[in-house]
């Protein structure tokens, strides 16, 4: 009978019940133990050539948000496919998508590997782009390739088949899949350690300290203390922190706090006046429509506070007031601008601060939440952050918001910018901001611009005012190194361990 200590014993013990070779996870779930104990248990073993210590590093795939939501409803492709065959095998392109309950972006990506699947015909029918189809194509290699790892959660992709590991690399580029590469150790039982099971093993319950009990029952002479190994490496510990994403919004707003902005907020579900009408857009553009804004259906309308800012808004719209500008010549309504929409912009924010605050210089931002009707994708959300600022004050000029845009991105460690002519309504001139994505490319970060005279006059402001409204979320994907914005709220605990603080 051979004695070991306790956490070898238990070892070897599950080794025999898995045949001989397991997994690091496998040892603990049979025996109990945690994995730094069993890999202790496992040099100790080693050294005396029981068992062999074999490490391999291994790729392991898991689907992200966007391909778990494709793993659990089937492609976007396959979606407009049955669709049309529902609708009698050929129909037009619009019709399908909105059967199939595609938009945005989805509609053309789906369109895009049709084509390049050649699933369907092609055509068109009064001009517009139609799909036919005389069967529903077989199920493809990318598409089983999805329904295993859906099945499997994390899995090793040397342990997948051939025809599945070819497959993979279609997911990946489709930004469907995550790949992280992982050292997995096998524990394996050498003869020696066969030998020693046949001949039976005695485990010694150990202590790792004497406590007072012990010493008082005497119970101490029969227990064995357990040896330190000061090479062993010590458990993993994760102590709490904040949210990558949450760190990284009150990142932005130190920054910002530093560089005496001072910080403001509205009403999240705000009237189409500050949200449209005071910055100068008219009252037909399509950002009202209801596919750019959720309009509130109770209550549906709300109170215009300032009747003298409403009339200078009506005038400026209808000739352009007394701003030098034609206005946008039609009639103006005040029943669409008293509607309320969730906001779609923080500018609406920026409006309510300059009715307030009137005296230069002003410094003011606002971080928080927009809503807009949109496709969850890996660029796009419902609802997201936005970072909006404003800088007032006299002889600003757009060479001070490139510095700024430039200076904020230096100042959160985001790399070059990137400018180029943008057009809004209620800004001019305007200009677009991207910044470098290092697997996405150059993506469009900001639309900033002066604030046009049609926008401040009627509020009274007599000085030029610089703003800008960026999207957040792009900011942190670049950051953070993120490739789809769902990441950015995850709760997986393994990424959210594995990120630095800032």
């Given at each position: 009978?051979?004695?070991?200590?306790?956490?070898?014993?238990?070892?070897?013990?599950?080794?025999?019940?898995l045949?001989?070779k397991?997994?690091?996870?496998?040892?603990?779930?049979?025996?109990?133990?945690?994995?730094?104990?069993?890999?202790?248990?496992?040099?100790?073993?080693?050294?005396?050539?029981?068992?062999?210590?074999?490490?391999?590093?291994?790729?392991?795939?898991?689907?992200?948000e966007?391909?778990?939501?494709?793993?659990?409803?089937?492609?976007?492709?396959?979606?407009?496919?049955?669709?049309v065959?529902?609708?009698?095998?050929?129909?037009?392109l619009?019709?399908?998508?909105?059967?199939?309950?595609?938009?945005?972006?989805?509609?053309?990506?789906?369109?895009?590997?049709?084509?390049k699947?050649?699933?369907?015909?092609?055509?068109?029918?009064?001009?517009k782009?139609?799909?036919?189809?005389?069967?529903?194509p077989?199920?493809?290699?990318?598409?089983?390739?999805?329904?295993?790892?859906?099945?499997?959660?994390?899995?090793?992709?040397?342990?997948?088949?051939?025809?599945?590991?070819?497959?993979?690399?279609?997911?990946?580029?489709?930004?469907?899949?995550?790949?992280?590469?992982?050292?997995?150790?096998?524990?394996?039982?050498?003869?020696?350690?066969?030998?020693?099971?046949?001949?039976?093993?005695?485990?010694?319950?150990?202590?790792?300290?004497?406590?007072?009990?012990?010493?008082?029952?005497?119970?101490?002479?029969?227990?064995?203390?357990?040896?330190?190994?000061?090479?062993?490496?010590?458990?993993?510990?994760?102590?709490?922190?904040?949210?990558?994403?949450?760190?990284?919004?009150?990142?932005a707003?130190?920054?910002?706090?530093?560089?005496?902005f001072?910080?403001?907020?509205?009403p999240?579900?705000?009237?189409e006046?500050?949200?449209?009408?005071?910055?100068?857009?008219?009252?037909?553009?399509?950002?009202?429509?209801?596919?750019?804004?959720?309009?509130m259906?109770?209550?549906?309308?709300?109170?215009?506070?300032?009747?003298?800012?409403?009339r200078k808004?009506?005038?400026?719209h209808?000739?352009?007031?007394?701003?030098?500008?034609?206005?946008?010549?039609y009639?103006?309504?005040?029943?669409?601008a008293?509607r309320?929409?969730?906001?779609?912009?923080?500018?609406?924010?920026?409006?309510?601060?300059?009715a307030?605050?009137?005296?230069?210089?002003?410094?003011?931002?606002?971080?928080s939440?927009?809503?807009?009707?949109?496709?969850?994708?890996?660029?796009?959300?419902?609802e997201?952050m936005q970072?909006?600022?404003?800088?007032?004050?006299?002889?600003?000029?757009?060479?001070h918001?490139?510095?700024?845009?430039?200076?904020?991105?230096?100042?959160?460690?985001?790399?070059?910018?990137?400018?180029?002519?943008?057009?809004?309504?209620?800004?001019?001139p305007?200009?677009?901001?991207?910044?470098?994505?290092?697997?996405l490319?150059?993506?469009?970060?900001?639309?900033?611009?002066?604030?046009?005279p049609?926008?401040?006059?009627?509020?009274?402001?007599?000085?030029?005012?610089i703003?800008?409204?960026?999207?957040?979320?792009?900011?942190?994907?670049i950051?953070?190194g993120v490739?789809?914005?769902?990441?950015l709220?995850?709760?997986?605990?393994?990424?959210?361990?594995?990120?630095?603080?800032?």
């Amino acid at each position: 009978m051979v004695e070991l200590r306790e956490n070898e014993g238990k070892t070897l013990l599950a080794l025999r019940v898995l045949g001989g070779k397991g997994t690091i996870e496998d040892i603990m779930r049979i025996s109990g133990i945690t994995d730094a104990a069993v890999m202790r248990a496992a040099i100790g073993l080693s050294e005396r050539k029981i068992v062999n210590v074999n490490e391999r590093r291994l790729s392991y795939v898991r689907l992200n948000e966007e391909g778990i939501s494709y793993g659990q409803f089937g492609l976007p492709e396959r979606g407009l496919i049955r669709a049309v065959m529902e609708l009698g095998g050929k129909a037009l392109l619009q019709e399908a998508a909105q059967k199939a309950h595609l938009r945005g972006e989805m509609l053309p990506i789906a369109l895009g590997w049709i084509k390049k699947k050649n699933w369907a015909t092609i055509g068109k029918i009064d001009e517009k782009i139609s799909l036919e189809v005389a069967e529903e194509p077989e199920e493809g290699p990318d598409e089983k390739t999805l329904r295993v790892i859906y099945g499997k959660g994390e899995t090793v992709a040397e342990e997948l088949t051939e025809e599945i590991r070819q497959a993979l690399s279609i997911l990946e580029n489709r930004n469907l899949l995550e790949v992280t590469e992982k050292v997995r150790r096998d524990l394996e039982l050498t003869e020696r350690g066969w030998d020693l099971l046949k001949q039976g093993i005695e485990v010694a319950e150990e202590v790792t300290a004497l406590t007072s009990d012990l010493i008082v029952s005497g119970k101490w002479q029969d227990m064995k203390l357990k040896e330190y190994d000061v090479t062993a490496a010590p458990p993993t510990l994760y102590p709490g922190k904040k949210h990558v994403y949450a760190e990284f919004i009150e990142d932005a707003r130190r920054t910002l706090l530093a560089m005496g902005f001072e910080e403001y907020e509205g009403p999240l579900v705000e009237t189409e006046f500050w949200n449209f009408d005071v910055l100068f857009q008219a009252q037909d553009h399509p950002a009202r429509e209801i596919h750019d804004s959720y309009l509130m259906k109770e209550p549906s309308q709300g109170m215009l506070e300032i009747p003298d800012l409403v009339r200078k808004v009506k005038h400026t719209h209808e000739n352009g007031w007394t701003t030098g500008s034609t206005g946008w010549r039609y009639s103006w309504d005040i029943n669409i601008a008293r509607r309320l929409v969730l906001r779609t912009q923080t500018t609406a924010v920026s409006m309510r601060y300059l009715a307030a605050y009137k005296d230069p210089p002003i410094k003011m931002f606002c971080l928080s939440h927009v809503f807009r009707p949109d496709v969850l994708d890996a660029k796009h959300s419902m609802e997201f952050m936005q970072l909006e600022g404003i800088v007032g004050d006299v002889n600003i000029t757009l060479r001070h918001l490139l510095g700024f845009l430039q200076g904020f991105a230096e100042a959160m460690n985001l790399g070059k910018v990137r400018f180029k002519p943008g057009y809004f309504p209620f800004t001019e001139p305007s200009v677009e901001a991207f910044i470098e994505h290092p697997k996405l490319g150059w993506i469009e970060f900001a639309g900033a611009g002066m604030f046009r005279p049609e926008v401040l006059k009627p509020l009274n402001i007599g000085f030029p005012v610089i703003a800008w409204g960026i999207g957040f979320e792009r900011l942190a994907m670049i950051s953070l190194g993120v490739n789809d914005i769902r990441e950015l709220y995850s709760k997986r605990l393994d990424w959210l361990r594995e990120k630095p603080l800032r």
